[in-house]
């Protein structure tokens, strides 16, 4: 006799963002129903797949009004905590910001899971909360730091330390199953225009005089992994995934960024001449996830970045 699986109903903040969005596509493909929580400051409605929107509902709010968000936790069983300020420009610009939607969004999703009884939940955290790394490849045990408290940038980074404070802490006291994940460098054809690949495509579409800038030396290097692995991973910790753990999601596979923009003058048939111009005060040099935990539970890269970077721009 056929177990019939159970249908839960997950709540995503931040659904309509980029990961979120795809996220939360997933979960609707596989027949749960889907609470989604934004304000759409970087998110899109349309992000969601038509085939499946019989199956969410949408509930427009700023993550810092715990009124607003109470009521999106309608039979919630799952929580996935994504709502955040990305983008390097507010980072700098508005850290203000950046910090009060980390912390009060934060423990406005933790407080009502605590009057609602949920007991699962994932918190969204990221590579930069290891700055520039003491080892490369990085793996989940090293040390997080902000190395200039006097560095707007660190706003970001320093929010997402305090996520996963809280979130271990209250995680031992309140929660069955609590993990946080690093998402390293996600990318795909639908993402915000402040992120490397994006920016770059950006460029190539407005090129003049086969001058092509970029920010730092073109000697960073990163890793980049298709939404679709991501997805795919993020399946996987959640299937998976233990109790109180931190898990890298990305791949090994890294590239020079100033080889990252040939290779898409290649794709693109445009020939370029590299101006360099100096990077953010706190970028990083390097950054390469170590994966070893989330290949341990399954995990394999199927799109290389070759054939992601073909993918986005439709060839």
């Given at each position: 006799?056929?177990?019939?699986?159970?249908?839960?109903?997950?709540?995503?903040?931040?659904?309509?963002?980029?990961?979120?969005?795809?996220?939360?596509?997933?979960?609707?493909?596989?027949?749960?129903?889907?609470?989604?929580?934004?304000?759409?400051?970087?998110?899109?409605?349309?992000?969601i797949d038509r085939k499946n929107r019989g199956n969410?509902?949408?509930?427009?709010?700023?993550?810092?009004?715990?009124?607003?968000?109470?009521?999106?936790?309608?039979?919630?069983?799952?929580?996935?905590?994504?709502?955040?300020?990305?983008?390097?420009?507010?980072?700098?610009?508005?850290?203000?910001?950046?910090?009060?939607?980390?912390?009060?969004?934060?423990m406005n999703v933790i407080d009502i899971c605590i009057?609602?009884?949920?007991?699962?939940?994932?918190?969204?955290?990221?590579?930069?909360?290891?700055?520039?790394?003491?080892?490369?490849?990085?793996?989940e045990k090293e040390m997080m730091k902000i190395p200039?408290?006097?560095?707007?940038?660190?706003?970001?980074?320093?929010?997402?330390?305090?996520?996963?404070?809280?979130?271990?802490?209250?995680?031992?006291?309140?929660?069955?199953?609590?993990?946080?994940?690093?998402?390293?460098?996600?990318?795909?054809?639908?993402?915000?225009?402040?992120?490397?690949?994006?920016?770059?495509?950006?460029?190539?579409?407005?090129?003049?005089?086969?001058?092509?800038?970029?920010?730092?030396?073109?000697?960073?290097?990163?890793?980049?992994?298709?939404?679709?692995?991501?997805?795919?991973?993020?399946?996987?910790?959640?299937?998976?995934?233990?109790?109180?753990?931190?898990?890298?999601?990305?791949?090994?596979?890294?590239?020079?960024?100033?080889?990252?923009?040939?290779?898409?003058?290649?794709?693109?048939?445009?020939?370029?001449?590299?101006?360099?111009?100096?990077?953010?005060?706190?970028?990083?040099?390097?950054?390469?996830?170590?994966?070893?935990?989330?290949?341990?539970?399954?995990?394999?890269?199927?799109?290389?970045?070759?054939?992601?970077?073909?993918?986005?721009?439709?060839?």
């Amino acid at each position: 006799m056929a177990i019939l699986k159970k249908i839960k109903t997950y709540l995503v903040t931040g659904g309509t963002g980029f990961i979120g969005s795809n996220i939360c596509n997933m979960l609707l493909k596989e027949g749960n129903k889907v609470n989604i929580f934004d304000n759409n400051f970087r998110g899109r409605f349309n992000r969601i797949d038509r085939k499946n929107r019989g199956n969410f509902r949408f509930f427009k709010g700023d993550i810092r009004n715990k009124d607003q968000l109470l009521k999106s936790f309608k039979k919630v069983d799952v929580v996935i905590h994504l709502a955040y300020i990305n983008g390097t420009k507010h980072f700098y610009k508005n850290p203000t910001l950046v910090l009060d939607v980390a912390i009060k969004g934060l423990m406005n999703v933790i407080d009502i899971c605590i009057k609602k009884k949920v007991k699962e939940i994932y918190i969204a955290s990221s590579s930069e909360v290891y700055q520039t790394p003491f080892k490369v490849p990085t793996s989940e045990k090293e040390m997080m730091k902000i190395p200039d408290v006097m560095n707007p940038r660190y706003s970001y980074g320093g929010g997402k330390i305090l996520s996963e404070l809280v979130g271990i802490n209250y995680g031992r006291k309140y929660f069955k199953k609590l993990i946080i994940f690093r998402p390293h460098n996600v990318y795909s054809e639908d993402m915000g225009n402040e992120h490397v690949i994006p920016e770059f495509i950006r460029k190539f579409k407005n090129l003049k005089n086969n001058r092509f800038k970029i920010i730092g030396t073109g000697n960073e290097i990163r890793s980049f992994i298709h939404i679709d692995d991501f997805v795919q991973a993020f399946k996987l910790i959640m299937k998976k995934g233990k109790h109180l753990n931190i898990y890298n999601i990305g791949t090994n596979e890294k590239i020079k960024i100033s080889k990252l923009a040939n290779i898409m003058s290649k794709i693109l048939k445009k020939k370029i001449i590299i101006q360099r111009e100096n990077k953010h005060k706190g970028g990083t040099n390097i950054r390469i996830p170590d994966i070893s935990k989330i290949k341990k539970i399954g995990f394999k890269q199927n799109i290389s970045l070759m054939k992601g970077l073909r993918k986005i721009i439709n060839l």
